[in-house]
């Protein structure tokens, strides 16, 4: 099956810094890829689209200055967590679209800001 | 907006024996996937099985498959001959025509040996 790598996998940081995850697709071309955040104990909530080669449409609620996202390939896109502070401390998960009713998750990054 | 309940925040098995988790949606689309997901504690998401809300015939896969009743907006999940690496959180999702994904809450599943 398809392969859809996340780095880093778990990753601490100091408030007010900023930490960026990667998503990438190993072997298939994602045109979209998608993150999600996970609280623990509860479910996925999607946070944005990310679309090659153009911006990326959040959900409502999600602070799009806050997130950034930039699919600059169509392989890779990056979340960075800006002036991260300790209520974004999460579990962030990426996913990337192959075809019709066809995604693969990354493995997630737990974010843990001090 | 679509929305997925899972009703079973928790459900246990004994091995070998057969469990069913429940799902319902809501949705007005016509054409969409219906998933369900294990995330065992690495919190990796697995696709364990999946169905396209045009066809009639429910999907299986091995020991795992759906009763899909699309008029009642229902999607369950049956495992049979339980195993003990079938202990997860199990999350039942549904993905629109612009390919989103919304999860419903999760059911925790425990099979005891």
């Known amino acids: 099956g398809a392969v859809v790598s996340q780095h880093p996998s778990w990753v601490i940081c100091k408030s007010g810094t900023s930490v960026k995850i990667e998503c990438r697709s190993l072997?298939?071309?994602?045109?979209?890829m998608f993150w999600y955040r996970q609280f623990p104990k509860q479910s996925l909530m999607l946070m944005a689209t990310?679309?090659?080669?153009?911006?990326?449409?959040?959900e409502q609620g999600v602070e799009k200055d806050k997130f950034l996202i930039n699919h600059a390939s169509l392989t890779l896109s990056t979340l960075t967590v800006t002036s991260a502070h300790p209520e974004d401390s999460s579990f962030y998960i990426c996913?990337?679209?192959?075809?019709?009713?066809?995604?693969?998750f990354g493995e997630g990054s737990r974010l843990t800001v001090l | 907006a679509q929305t997925v309940t899972q009703s079973q925040p928790e459900m246990s098995v004994q091995e070998a024996e057969t469990v069913t988790l429940s799902c319902t949606y809501d949705?007005?689309?016509?054409?969409?996937?219906l998933f369900w997901y294990k995330q065992p504690p690495s919190r990796q998401m697995i696709l364990v099985i999946r169905?396209?809300?045009?066809?009639?015939q429910n999907a299986t896969e091995n020991r795992f498959s759906v009763n899909f009743q699309k008029a009642a907006k229902s999607f369950s999940l049956k495992i049979s001959d339980s195993q003990l690496g079938d202990t997860a959180m199990y999350f039942c999702?549904?993905?629109?025509?612009?390919?989103?994904?919304?999860f419903g809450k999760g059911t925790l599943l425990t099979v005891n040996p």
């Open positions: 996913s990337a679209r192959l075809g019709p009713g066809e995604l693969f």
């Open positions: 072997d298939f071309q994602a045109t979209t």
């Open positions: 990310s679309n090659e080669g153009s911006k990326a449409t959040y």
């Open positions: 949705t007005s689309e016509n054409n969409y996937y």
């Open positions: 169905q396209e809300a045009y066809k009639q």
């Open positions: 999702a549904f993905m629109s025509s612009n390919y989103k994904l919304t």
